[in-house]
């Protein structure tokens, strides 16, 4: 833990409260002391100081769903896309999600450390200060379990915050019949991966698990202290989002076909809803219906999605300006979803928040407002990442 007093910050960014101008942050022992007028900031002798030189300060971005232990990549795919082939065709064929999982079985677990740690330490580079990682491109045991084991070594010798999800029900292995591998999910893997998993996910969509079969492996999931987490109304509306709703799942992800009774379930049971408009962009699909589902009073969260078949991305600024341009995210409810919500869908209620007590994780940015985020999203702002009050990044 390190100790900083952050001055010269041109507009502050809290999520609790309004923006403040001429302000100043304070971290000691990890933790935020103090965040607001520069005016009346306490003394100071025994910290870092940093001056901001007039730039703004946001809350750290925290990516709530990411699928970055892999190996290989599946560009062709891309381009296969790209020339009017589906993704649906392109798994059916050998493609797509099995496609990575034999690149994956194939590797070693030094080498898949080494190649996660390098995206976390870019996405760090660009302003994210935790995240979400989760499993689900080894479909057996042992893969999985090392999945888990790389992403958690990837938080403890990166220094950041990660939540890890079991995901062993991405899709069903070629060659194996779906209700035996339902078996293998909840008889062996999960009580496997217990102890290195937070979160269970299932994929519940055509072509992949369906309603029932998720509810049995999340209800498994839950008596072993995995909490729920579903992909849902991706690729169709399969009834994934109302199966969240049901369970009191901590999220439900994608949500590209939710409807507004999706939206009203979601908010009265409380599940975060984390849009991946990213996904959306790369398979040319529909947005997720993200400002319906914030009128209707649920927590939204942004997240990349980073994968190598459908979002390669690993950029929250990117994931913002397309919320922005393409889902119709207001800019202030782009930034507060990529940040305090992003925070909220991982159980994180001191992230995502720059206020006494909170953790110390920010940005500063190389812009004096932080709607410079998706105005420029080609161009990496921050200028600093500070992850529990210590620099982690600066340019």
């Known amino acids: 833990m390190s100790g900083l007093y952050l001055t010269g910050i041109g507009h502050l960014t809290t999520n609790d409260g309004e923006p403040v101008t001429d302000a100043a942050v304070i971290i000691d022992d990890g933790v935020v002391v103090y965040a607001g007028p520069a005016v009346g900031a306490p ?44 993704y649906q065709s392109i798994a059916a064929g050998g493609g797509g999600i099995m496609a990575t999982v034999e690149a994956t079985r194939a590797t070693g677990e030094e080498e898949l450390f080494e190649l996660a740690s390098g995206r976390v330490a870019r996405m760090i580079a660009a302003g994210t200060t935790s995240l979400e990682i989760k499993s689900g491109y080894g479909l057996d045991v042992d893969t999985e379990i090392r999945l888990l084991r790389v992403a958690r070594r990837v938080g403890e010798e990166l220094g950041i915050t990660v939540r890890t999800t079991f995901l062993g029900a991405h899709t069903t292995p070629h060659g194996r019949d779906r209700h035996r591998y339902v078996d293998l999910v909840t008889d062996e893997m999960l009580p496997a991966v217990r102890g290195v998993a937070d979160y269970c996910d299932v994929f519940v969509d055509d072509g ?74 790369a398979l040319r699909g529909p947005q997720a219906p993200g400002p319906m589902l914030w009128e209707a009073g649920c927590v939204v969260a942004l997240a990349t999605d980073c994968n190598p078949g459908t979002s390669y991305i690993e950029s929250m600024g990117l994931v913002v300006s397309l919320a922005v341009v393409e889902m119709g995210l207001t800019v202030d409810q782009a930034l507060w979803a990529a940040t305090r919500g992003g925070a909220l869908a991982l159980g994180l209620d001191d992230h995502g928040v720059l206020r006494p007590g909170s953790v110390g994780d920010l940005v500063v940015l190389d812009a004096p407002t932080p709607d410079h985020v998706p105005y420029r999203p080609a161009t990496n702002l921050a200028w600093a990442t500070v992850v529990g009050g210590r620099v982690a990044h600066r340019v």
Do not use: K, W
């Open 208 to 281: 992949a698990f369906t309603v029932d079969e998720a509810r049995r492996i999340l209800i498994t999931a839950a008596g072993l202290g995995m909490a729920a987490r579903v992909h849902a109304e991706q690729l169709s509306h399969s009834g994934g989002a109302a199966l969240a709703a049901e369970i009191g799942a901590v999220s439900a992800d994608h949500l590209d076909h939710a409807t507004a009774e999706d939206a009203a379930a979601l908010a009265a049971a409380g599940v975060v809803a984390v849009l991946l408009p990213g996904a959306s962009y």
């Open 43 to 86: 003394e100071r002798s025994d910290l870092e100081f940093v001056d901001c030189g007039g730039r703004a300060v946001i809350p750290g971005f925290v990516d709530a769903h990411t699928h970055l232990v892999f190996a290989g990549d599946r560009a062709g795919e891309f381009s296969r896309r790209l020339a009017g082939e589906t």
